[in-house]
């Protein structure tokens, strides 16, 4: 018992005796990567100075399909350039306020011990520059964001980003890390309505957003943009939060979290499902991906995730393992409720189309309030839980089942693509025009047939009631 706790003790004195206290030797520049990249981990074992250049820009860029936003940024990305130094470290920021900018700007790191984080010794008007110096003390993932009045409006336009301070010895090596942030977004119009969007100030304050993202953008992480790993492979994710306003109830559909460190803190804790992050903060997870498939990275306050934009994938290759997971075995119909499918409720008003490329355009803003949440803003829906629209075969088969589905929903077996699809679309409670004006549009995209559906159609097939469609697209 002696032995150990003097066994104890010299470690606690080692472990002060080489902390912070070794003075930094030799310069370097910070390398600064656009998410969801990460700088290489550092491999030096004892603290630098490092020189850290960031560069503030207001900038235009899409925040959706068709959708652009004036993103005010740290590194010309929301979030912000990732920056990576080890404790210790002294570290000399210089941030740049590009000559274009409209607004001063500064910056908060919450990994600095001092005034603000640093926002006062920062403040620099367009065309200027401001220099000062911290020493990293305390390891950990912090956020940083702009702290120039009105503070909220500027992290609402996307001021923020992370910066890890790795501990003396580094983090568990993985094979895989990644840069993924969450932010909440206020524009003068519903989700999806494309243009340029302002900001909206008085939604702001009622903390009503109408975005909410993954790294600044709808579709940011999916698609060809997803994020990837092999089986076998160890992920770590980097996961911020910015607000201004909401906290994430971050989750990865399909995994759980071997390792959390919780708020970033410097202990881990093991086997999480769903890691709160809070605004201004952050959160690291480390997982193994044992199954190929695509995981998908929600707020699982879930129509942020489906209704607002808050979905990413990471794609897994590699060989199956039934052993862990075995797909679908065996399947039947259930239904407790009687063979009819669901109607949702809140029917909108129509808009009245004069010329096809009018129903076009309404019958994209109509895709995006509707149908996006689960077709995808790209229309290629989600491998194994909604079918795609983008080059279906089902769909371009037969224009009158399309109108039914719409009308009417779909549930049971349907082969799109050579894909299997059970699951259930409930019937969409749309005008004539509506489903006319969305249907020419799907069929106007993605290298789809081209087909106009027009009311006239849409109305007779209402008349004729629901019917069970075909499962494929022969019939
Ligand atoms: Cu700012």
Not at 31 to 45: D, F, N, W
Not at 148 to 169: F, S
Not at 220 to 231: E, I, R
Request: proline fraction near 8%; glycine fraction near 10%; charge should be negative.
């Amino acid at each position: 018992m002696i032995f150990r706790r003097a066994q104890i003790v010299l470690v606690m004195a080692l472990a002060t005796a080489c902390a912070p206290s070794a003075k930094p030797t030799g310069t370097e520049t910070a390398v600064l990567t656009a998410p969801p990249q990460v700088p290489p981990p550092i491999t030096r074992r004892q603290p630098a100075t490092v020189v850290v250049n960031l560069e503030v820009s207001e900038r235009t860029m899409p925040m959706a399909d068709g959708v652009e936003y004036t993103f005010w940024t740290f590194g010309g990305t929301v979030p912000g350039s990732f920056i990576r130094v080890r404790q210790g470290d002294l570290v000399e920021f210089h941030l740049n306020n590009h000559p274009s900018s409209a607004n001063p700007h500064n910056i908060d790191l919450h990994a600095v011990t001092g005034p603000g984080g640093g926002a006062s010794s920062s403040v620099v008007a367009p065309g200027h520059t401001a220099t000062f110096r911290f020493t990293a003390l305390n390891p950990g993932l912090y956020v940083y964001h702009c702290a120039t009045a009105p503070v909220g409006m500027h992290i609402a336009n996307g001021m923020y980003g992370l910066i890890l301070v790795e501990p003396e010895n580094g983090l568990p090596k993985v094979d895989r890390e990644y840069y993924v942030m969450q932010g909440d977004f206020y524009t003068r119009d519903p989700f999806g309505v494309a243009g340029h969007q302002p900001f909206d100030m008085r939604k702001a304050i009622r903390e009503e957003p109408e975005y909410v993202l993954f790294n600044g953008a709808a579709g940011s992480l999916t698609g060809d943009k997803a994020l990837s790993a092999q089986v076998g492979e160890t992920v770590r994710l980097f996961v911020g939060n910015g607000g201004p306003n909401l906290v994430s109830s971050f989750h990865v559909i399909g995994e759980i979290f071997d390792r959390v460190y919780r708020e970033a803190g410097s202990v881990p804790d093991a086997n999480i499902q769903t890691t709160l992050v809070p605004a201004g903060g952050a959160s690291i997870v480390d997982f193994k991906v044992e199954v190929p498939g695509t995981l998908i990275l929600v707020d699982h306050a879930l129509f942020r995730a489906f209704n607002k934009g808050a979905l990413g994938m990471l794609t897994v290759t590699g060989a199956q393992d039934s052993s862990v997971f075995s797909g679908r075995i065996a399947e039947g119909i259930y239904q407790p409720e009687g063979g009819t499918v669901q109607v949702m409720p809140d029917a909108k008003a129509a808009a009245v189309a004069s010329t096809p490329a009018e129903r076009r355009t309404f019958g994209q803003r109509t895709y995006q309030q509707t149908c996006a949440a689960c077709h995808q803003a790209d229309g290629r829906g989600i491998v194994g839980a909604f079918p795609p629209l983008a080059g279906s075969d089902y769909l371009n088969a037969d224009p009158t089942r399309a109108i039914q589905i719409v009308l009417f929903g779909l549930s049971g077996p349907v082969t799109v693509n050579g894909q299997q699809y059970n699951s259930v679309m409930p019937g969409q409670v749309l005008s004539d025009e509506d489903v006319a004006n969305v249907l020419s549009y799907v069929y106007s995209q993605w290298g789809n047939a081209g087909t106009a559906v027009t009311p006239e159609q849409v109305k007779k097939v209402r008349a004729a009631g629901p019917v069970r469609p075909t499962s494929t697209a022969a019939h």
